[in-house]
């Protein structure tokens, strides 16, 4: 949105607390479903609330790539006693871990002292060394390191699309409330309209009642139109207000600071072509959507993808633990020839439990869960397909009905004209007049309420499809 339109619109609007107790003079203009979109996708807290989610979960990968980041060590133990210095003992290098388990090792031991242990002996300039300790049974393939990665990968990317349906039901909450606002004002502005033709008639009944030409009694049952219409409206713009209020519930700026409606905003007429546009979709495309993009699935994907690496880990556990160390040793280690097979030192490391319960445990349950994940996402298709069918039959269905009661308006317009022509002829009276009335004013609530649930059914089928919202302003 341009700065000049964020301008324009301010001037619509109000901040409450800031203008509490003052007289603001605001210019009775409209606010159009596009403006108001716009908003609400630029300061709602619910999308910077949507990007911090995706922000969390880019931390939770860089934290699980730092369990490959490269670690110094260093110990270093003394002893003293008797002024005799029994031992110092130092131990420095440095590790790289790798994707398969596999670790580069480094470093230095510089050890002396009267009572040294033998094995700690060192010449007398130090003694370097560099090798590598594989696991060449649990670990090897994946290990909780390789896991953990994996996994925030996976959340990071579900995150992402959390964020997108959760921007998607934001902008339908809040289409859906813009048409409940327009709703209730066109219902509050055909109510007045109707209260001002009872009140003229009523006029003409009572100037003819005094001249002799209708009964006392037209004039009291022409009143009690009036005061029927009178608290008609007042329910209506009771209703308009609420609805108003809660339109202002999806209105911030900067700095989360809250707007809300002035009385005197009005809310320009949506058009078929406009809610196509701020939604992207119509019912053709439905025809060239892929089920399996959804959302919704793709969630459920990723949380296979996630079961299965816990699977494969909980496997791996049953794997007995044998883990080598090799490291080629030296005094000079600027000179590569000083290394070899006969200067080092190794190890070996064996772990395995008996009966392997706790492990075999782990892996039945990750693989019930890993089932019952494959069953959610076949019902899950299941029923996000009907849902797209329901929405799609739902929105030709009110499509013939606007036409349908397009057609029905018109006609009970020519009638109630009809019969106002014979009641000026003195061929009718106020009841009927009344009826006809009423039977118009049934029809024209009915076609605002079809209308509305048209235009909700698209904004449904919009939420169905849980499709990307554009956030760019334009």
């Not at 880019?58 to 003394?78: H, I, S, V, W």
Request: hydrophobic content about 40%; charged content about 25%.
């Amino acid at each position: 949105m341009s700065k000049l339109s964020i301008l324009f619109l301010l001037v619509q609007l109000y901040v409450p607390f800031h203008s509490s107790g003052q007289n603001n003079t605001i210019n009775n203009d409209s606010l159009s479903l596009a403006e108001f979109i716009g908003f609400v996708k630029e300061y709602h807290p619910v999308v910077r609330q949507a990007g911090l989610q995706l922000s969390e979960a880019q931390a939770e990968l860089m934290k699980a790539r730092g369990a490959f980041d490269p670690k110094l060590t260093g110990d270093l133990n003394r002893k003293e006693f008797d002024d005799k210095r029994y031992y110092e003992l130092f131990n420095a290098g440095f590790k790289i871990p790798t994707w398969f388990g596999v670790e580069l090792k480094a470093g230095f031991e510089d050890n002396e002292g009267e009572f040294l242990n033998p094995q700690n002996n060192v010449p007398r300039d130090g003694l370097y060394k560099a090798g590598v300790s594989v696991p060449i049974g649990q670990g090897l393939f994946i290990n909780d390191r390789m896991a953990t990665l994996k996994q925030a990968k996976i959340l990071n990317d579900m995150n992402a699309i959390r964020r997108q349906v959760l921007i998607n039901q934001l902008i339908t909450d809040a289409i859906n409330a813009f048409i409940e606002w327009e709703i209730a004002y066109d219902k509050m502005n055909l109510y007045q309209n109707f209260l001002e033709n009872a009140k003229t008639r009523f006029q003409g009944i009572r100037a003819s009642a005094l001249s002799g030409d209708r009964s006392s009694i037209d004039t009291v049952e022409a009143k009690i139109i009036v005061q029927n219409r009178q608290l008609q409206l007042e329910k209506a713009k009771l209703k308009q207000v609420r609805k108003r209020l809660k339109l202002s519930n999806f209105l911030w700026i900067d700095n989360n600071i809250p707007l809300e409606v002035n009385a005197l905003v009005a809310p320009a007429d949506i058009s078929n072509f406009e809610l196509q546009q701020i939604l992207g979709n119509n019912t053709l495309l439905v025809q060239e959507f892929d089920i399996e993009d959804h959302p919704a699935l793709r969630l459920t994907n990723y949380k296979i993808d996630q079961l299965e690496i816990n699977r494969k880990l909980k496997a791996e556990q049953l794997k007995p633990q044998l883990d080598l160390e090799y490291n080629f040793i030296s005094e000079d280690p600027d000179l590569i020839n000083t290394y070899n097979d006969d200067e080092y030192t190794a190890g070996i490391k064996f772990r395995m439990p008996l009966f392997l319960r706790k492990e075999r445990g782990d892996l039945r349950l990750a693989k019930i869960k890993l089932r019952d994940e494959k069953i959610n996402y076949d019902v899950k298709q299941l029923q996000l397909d009907n849902k797209i069918q329901e929405a799609v039959a739902t929105i030709n269905s009110l499509q013939e009905q606007t036409s349908i009661i397009d057609g029905a308006t018109s006609n009970y317009q020519r009638m109630l004209e009809a019969e106002k022509r014979r009641f000026e002829f003195g061929e009718s009276s106020v009841f009927l007049v009344n009826t006809r009335e009423q039977k118009l004013i049934k029809a024209r609530i009915d076609q605002i309420n079809i209308n509305a649930e048209l235009l909700k059914s698209k904004a449904k089928l919009f939420n169905v499809l849980a499709k990307e919202v554009n956030l760019e302003q334009n």
